[in-house]
Nanobody, 123 residues
Framework: QVQLVESGGGLVQAGDSLTLSCSASGRAFSTYSMGWFRQAPGKGRAFVGAITRNGDDTLYGASVKGRFTISRDNAKNTVNLHMNSLRPEDTAVYYC????????????????WGRGTQVTVSS
């Protein structure tokens, strides 16, 4: 079991940067690949990015590639989502998620979820 808590959301302007953090508690954080998803109002949950267990590889959704970066610190049980050049269409609730072993891009592959943090980007 792992418990996840996101933080760092807020209201920003287009073009700004923001970093979200996900803090994990429980055992063996390093056995989990970590993902970020987001859900905009009236839409389904969308893949943002993911990072491998040891942080040596990442995947990103097409809409954020080149603007967002994921990092993790296994010693601190944290994973961060660094968001640059934010756009109004990035407005969503952002969720941190964990799955055992390999990277995944589909939400139903992930076993554990945080409650989300709201990011609002004004134009």
């Amino acid at each position: 079991q792992v418990q996840l808590v996101e933080s760092g959301g807020g209201l920003v302007q287009a073009g700004d940067s923001l970093t979200l953090s996900c803090s994990a508690s429980g055992r063996a954080f390093s056995t989990y690949s970590m993902g970020w998803f987001r859900q905009a109002p009236g839409k389904g949950r969308a893949f943002v990015g993911a990072i491998t267990r040891n942080g040596d590889d990442t995947l990103y959704g097409a809409s954020v590639k080149g603007r967002f970066t994921i990092s993790r610190d296994n010693a601190k049980n944290t994973v961060n989502l660094h968001m640059n050049s934010l756009r109004p269409e990035d407005t969503a609730v952002y969720y941190c998620a964990a799955k055992l072993w390999l990277l995944g891009t589909v939400d139903n592959e992930y076993n554990f979820w945080g409650r989300g943090t709201q990011v609002t980007v004004s134009s």
